[in-house]
């Protein structure tokens, strides 16, 4: 079992930045691959970012390349998610998540995965 607890959330004005951590217990995290996916009101989930199990592969959203950036500490056990350049359109409830997996294949699905975390609010002013 993986236990994942998002934290970083709250309210930025267009433009502004937010930085999204997730720590993990249980399972070695060193062996996950880890994912960032968010979900707006009346809308799917959908998938933002994901980093294999050593950092060395990483996956966007079109979305949002070029203006966030997932990275890992495996010494810490946490994932994060730098967003920079945020608009209305990133605002949404975002969701850690992860599959025990090696390698370097992301998954862009919401089913890939196998744990979540319970979500932390990003609101973004106009």
């Known amino acids: 079992q993986v236990q994942l607890v998002e934290s970083g959330g709250g309210l930025v004005q267009t433009g502004g930045s937010l930085k999204l951590s997730c720590a993990a217990t249980?399972?070695?995290?060193?062996?996950?691959?880890m994912g960032w996916f968010r979900q707006a009101p009346g809308k799917e989930r959908e998938f933002v970012a994901g980093?294999?199990?050593?950092?060395?592969?990483?996956s966007y959203a079109d979305s949002v390349k070029g203006r966030f950036t997932i990275s890992r500490d495996n010494a810490k056990s946490t994932v994060y998610l730098q967003m920079n350049s945020l608009n209305p359109d990133d605002a949404a409830v975002y969701y850690c998540?992860?599959?025990?997996?090696?390698?370097?294949?992301?998954?862009?699905?919401?089913?890939?995965?196998?744990?979540w975390g319970q979500g932390t609010q990003v609101t973004v002013s106009s």
């Open positions: 980093i294999n199990w050593n950092g060395d592969t990483t």
């Open positions: 249980g399972r070695t995290f060193s062996s996950n691959t």
């Open positions: 998540a992860a599959r025990s997996i090696g390698g370097r294949v992301i998954g862009t699905t919401a089913r890939w995965y196998d744990y």
